[in-house]
């Protein structure tokens, strides 16, 4: 860390702690040539996760819109909104451990899907009708062929 009165590049921790907010971390330090004490604070850098529409424009993600998602596949079905709040923790924890910081709306409703058809059937058909866009009952009637067979 650069010593803001002299700029000499060696300084040393003299004392660390947390904010009150726990969000950053404050240290005091003292430059080695000088002498000088100075405050510096470090803090995590969150970088967005974007989302490619279809249309391939870009957003921040969203975790509201994907509940809202969520909540109207499992509309008057028996699962807890702690459940949903489950799936996007671990829908956007995957993404964020994986160092993705950008990510297709396609691969995200997969994911959903993949969460959904362990969880409850009715919810994953009424997710899949959405997001694949069935142009007929012919493509609709294979998917549920499919849930019927597993």
Known sequence: MKC???GHQETKVTDSRT?????????????????????TYEII?????MVIKKDNSRQMFDRQ?????????CEKRP??????QK????IEGSCKNGFVK??????IGEMVMQELKEID?????????VHHEFSDVSSFMKVLENLNKK
Do not use: H, Q, W
């Open 4 to 6: 803001p009165r002299c």
């Open 19 to 39: 904010t009150d907010d726990a969000l950053k971390i404050r240290r005091r330090r003292e430059c080695t040539k000088c002498a000088n004490r100075f405050t």
């Open 45 to 49: 850098e969150d970088t967005p996760l």
């Open 65 to 73: 819109k994907l509940l809202n998602g969520l909540m109207r596949a």
């Open 79 to 84: 699962i807890s909104t702690e459940t949903l």
């Open 87 to 90: 799936i996007i923790d671990k």
């Open 102 to 107: 950008e990510i297709s709306s396609k691969k």
């Open 121 to 129: 059937d009715v919810a994953y058909v009424r997710f899949v009708s």
